[in-house]
């Protein structure tokens, strides 16, 4: 985590800087600009790579930067008068000397256009990048943006090689803190899922090539990249790949996918499906995933739960922490969603179900509230979930996990679909459900998050549920226990699913001395060693109080 670098931290901060002294106070706008300039930066680095690596592989790979660039307004223009740009020159090695005003023109007229042009006219990215503009009014900020990435770039290389962590995930970590400063927890509840969450998510479900993986309100792309991640390191193992160390919160990553064909590349690349509300996320989001190299991802501007999402039982794997504590207009909700709830963490839920086919996964979390809530919409969701599904997880997580953007309560809940929404259940899905109580995560619960010794409970939630069985965990005074559907399901448990209903807790007998023996000490606190005939003189204060009540408790 970033806040494990100072330096790297304090870099940004100063990127922050610029820009608010620059004139672009809004932190969204400011974040947007951020990331184009850093999107710049990493497809030249990532072109050079691949280039050097092609070269040494003797493999055949076309530079993003070879030939010349037309701008579209220009092409239909007769061919005399169209005006091709070297593409070299729009490299970030080779406008980054460049003086201050022809950068910013350089940059504003002809790199920018080309990055939104990227994948061709047809293609996702280019078409939720049409409106995107770049704003950024002073050359002498753009000279300074370019310079403190430079900078950020060179910490991040050197972090890298010291301490073992993939350069991608540093750089993860430098966008989550970025996003981070956008107003912490947006007004619907978003707000960002740490790193180390999403791959004990990734670890549980594990997810493999070929299946469809989704997120439906999925924000910068946190989830799908935490999928792609796991798929390309459970690729690399079986290919052998010999120097794959476990990172500082025990995971075992890379994003290395050279070891992937070029059929298994556009598989995985095809099989990773987003959605979000806001267009600025959609942006920031295809951006994320192309810098991770997943050249053209498929995130989409939409609200999954109004009436325009059609898509159902599509699904292999849905991995979502979808926004808590926002209502949605009554009338635009999905007619297929049949709670009858504004709430959308209720209807989120339900639409996951919704989108998974059978026998697919959902790993989600949910605010706590979610588990025992007693309206009648909480409970029809538990009971979906229970008699529909095959509720395999309950696992509360401290509520620090989020901070410092909240400090709310959650859970993750990981469930199998078994039974459609419009099937007779024949028989209840679920026979018993693990549950799992997170006390730490390997950083500390407080606003810093600052990395404690150890990995928490991560790796051990990991292990014990690949390895839960309702025979043997049947102790409830330990973190972890099953509970049968039965007792989830009788009159006095009715569908609750919070943890605290089922555990039992220890009570410790404690001895405690006797009054007048506390009183004798506290005396003699007062005034030492002195005998009673000594003390029946005291007249006043503290210890004459003290004796008379040693006096009436005897």
């Given at each position: 985590m970033l806040q494990n670098s100072p330096e790297l931290k304090s870099k940004i901060d100063q990127l922050w800087n610029k820009f608010w002294s620059g004139g672009i106070s809004n932190p969204l706008t400011a974040i947007e600009q951020i990331t184009y300039l850093l999107f710049m930066k990493r497809l030249d680095e990532l072109d050079q790579k691949r280039q050097a690596d092609a070269e040494w592989t003797g493999e055949k790979y076309t530079s993003k930067f070879t030939g010349t660039w037309i701008p579209p307004e220009e092409r239909n223009w007769p061919a005399a008068e169209q005006r091709p740009i070297e593409k070299r020159s729009l490299r970030w090695s080779e406008f980054k000397r460049m003086q201050a005003e022809e950068m910013l023109q350089h940059v504003q007229g002809k790199v920018f256009p080309f990055l939104k042009d990227l994948n061709g006219a047809e293609s996702n990215f280019t078409h939720h990048m049409k409106n995107a503009v770049f704003i950024i009014p002073k050359p002498a900020l753009l000279v300074e943006a370019v310079k403190t990435i430079d900078d950020i770039f060179e910490v991040m290389e050197k972090d890298s090689k010291e301490k073992g962590q993939a350069f991608q995930d540093i750089q993860g970590d430098v966008y989550e803190f970025?996003?981070?400063?956008?107003?912490?927890?947006?007004?619907?509840?978003?707000?960002?899922?740490?790193?180390?969450?999403?791959k004990l998510m990734a670890d549980l479900v594990q997810p493999q090539l070929g299946h469809r993986i989704a997120d439906p309100a999925c924000g910068s792309g946190g989830f799908l990249l935490g999928a792609y991640q796991y798929i390309v390191t459970e690729l690399a193992k079986k290919a052998g790949a010999q120097d794959l160390k476990p990172d500082e919160d025990g995971f075992i990553r890379t994003s290395v996918a050279a070891a992937l064909t070029e059929k298994a590349?556009?598989?995985?690349?095809?099989?990773?499906?987003?959605?979000?509300?806001?267009?600025?996320?959609?942006?920031?989001?295809?951006?994320?995933?192309?810098m991770h190299g997943i050249d053209e991802p498929h995130i989409d501007y939409k609200d999954t739960l109004s009436k325009s999402y059609t898509e159902e039982a599509e699904y292999d794997i849905v991995m979502a922490n979808p926004p808590f504590t926002g209502s949605i207009d009554k009338g635009d909700i999905n007619e297929h969603l049949q709670l009858a709830t504004t709430k959308t963490e209720l209807l989120f839920v339900e639409n996951i179900y919704r989108l998974l086919k059978k026998g697919a996964t959902a790993c989600v979390i949910v605010p706590q509230g979610v588990l025992f809530g007693s309206g009648g919409a909480f409970k029809a969701l538990r009971q979906m979930l229970v008699e529909r599904c095959e509720l395999k997880a309950v696992i509360t997580l401290p509520s620090g996990v989020f901070r410092p953007y909240a400090g709310v309560s959650t859970a993750i809940l990981l469930f199998t679909k078994v039974w459609g929404p419009k099937d007779k259940v024949a028989k209840p899905a679920t026979e018993d459900v693990w549950f799992y109580e997170m006390a730490a995560d390997g950083y500390s619960l407080d606003d810093k998050r600052s990395k404690q010794e150890g990995f928490g409970d991560l790796q051990d939630i990991i292990v014990r549920y690949h390895a839960r069985n309702a025979s043997s965990d049947t102790n409830r005074t330990s973190k972890c226990f099953m509970v049968s559907r039965t007792e989830i399901a009788?009159?006095?448990?009715?569908?609750?699913?919070?943890?605290s209903r089922y555990k039992q807790d220890v009570f410790e007998e404690v001895h405690y001395d006797a009054p007048g023996v506390i009183l004798d000490?506290?005396?003699?606190?007062?005034?030492?060693?002195?005998?009673?005939?000594?003390?029946?003189?005291?007249?006043?204060?503290?210890?004459?109080?003290?004796?008379?009540?040693?006096?009436?408790?005897?």
């Amino acid at each position: 985590m970033l806040q494990n670098s100072p330096e790297l931290k304090s870099k940004i901060d100063q990127l922050w800087n610029k820009f608010w002294s620059g004139g672009i106070s809004n932190p969204l706008t400011a974040i947007e600009q951020i990331t184009y300039l850093l999107f710049m930066k990493r497809l030249d680095e990532l072109d050079q790579k691949r280039q050097a690596d092609a070269e040494w592989t003797g493999e055949k790979y076309t530079s993003k930067f070879t030939g010349t660039w037309i701008p579209p307004e220009e092409r239909n223009w007769p061919a005399a008068e169209q005006r091709p740009i070297e593409k070299r020159s729009l490299r970030w090695s080779e406008f980054k000397r460049m003086q201050a005003e022809e950068m910013l023109q350089h940059v504003q007229g002809k790199v920018f256009p080309f990055l939104k042009d990227l994948n061709g006219a047809e293609s996702n990215f280019t078409h939720h990048m049409k409106n995107a503009v770049f704003i950024i009014p002073k050359p002498a900020l753009l000279v300074e943006a370019v310079k403190t990435i430079d900078d950020i770039f060179e910490v991040m290389e050197k972090d890298s090689k010291e301490k073992g962590q993939a350069f991608q995930d540093i750089q993860g970590d430098v966008y989550e803190f970025l996003l981070s400063e956008i107003a912490t927890a947006g007004k619907n509840g978003q707000f960002r899922t740490p790193r180390h969450i999403i791959k004990l998510m990734a670890d549980l479900v594990q997810p493999q090539l070929g299946h469809r993986i989704a997120d439906p309100a999925c924000g910068s792309g946190g989830f799908l990249l935490g999928a792609y991640q796991y798929i390309v390191t459970e690729l690399a193992k079986k290919a052998g790949a010999q120097d794959l160390k476990p990172d500082e919160d025990g995971f075992i990553r890379t994003s290395v996918a050279a070891a992937l064909t070029e059929k298994a590349q556009a598989i995985l690349a095809s099989s990773l499906c987003g959605y979000d509300i806001d267009a600025t996320m959609v942006r920031l989001g295809l951006m994320n995933l192309m810098m991770h190299g997943i050249d053209e991802p498929h995130i989409d501007y939409k609200d999954t739960l109004s009436k325009s999402y059609t898509e159902e039982a599509e699904y292999d794997i849905v991995m979502a922490n979808p926004p808590f504590t926002g209502s949605i207009d009554k009338g635009d909700i999905n007619e297929h969603l049949q709670l009858a709830t504004t709430k959308t963490e209720l209807l989120f839920v339900e639409n996951i179900y919704r989108l998974l086919k059978k026998g697919a996964t959902a790993c989600v979390i949910v605010p706590q509230g979610v588990l025992f809530g007693s309206g009648g919409a909480f409970k029809a969701l538990r009971q979906m979930l229970v008699e529909r599904c095959e509720l395999k997880a309950v696992i509360t997580l401290p509520s620090g996990v989020f901070r410092p953007y909240a400090g709310v309560s959650t859970a993750i809940l990981l469930f199998t679909k078994v039974w459609g929404p419009k099937d007779k259940v024949a028989k209840p899905a679920t026979e018993d459900v693990w549950f799992y109580e997170m006390a730490a995560d390997g950083y500390s619960l407080d606003d810093k998050r600052s990395k404690q010794e150890g990995f928490g409970d991560l790796q051990d939630i990991i292990v014990r549920y690949h390895a839960r069985n309702a025979s043997s965990d049947t102790n409830r005074t330990s973190k972890c226990f099953m509970v049968s559907r039965t007792e989830i399901a009788d009159e006095k448990n009715n569908f609750d699913l919070s943890l605290s209903r089922y555990k039992q807790d220890v009570f410790e007998e404690v001895h405690y001395d006797a009054p007048g023996v506390i009183l004798d000490r506290l005396i003699q606190a007062e005034v030492g060693d002195v005998d009673e005939a000594e003390l029946t003189k005291v007249q006043g204060g503290i210890v004459r109080q003290l004796l008379e009540l040693k006096g009436m408790v005897g």
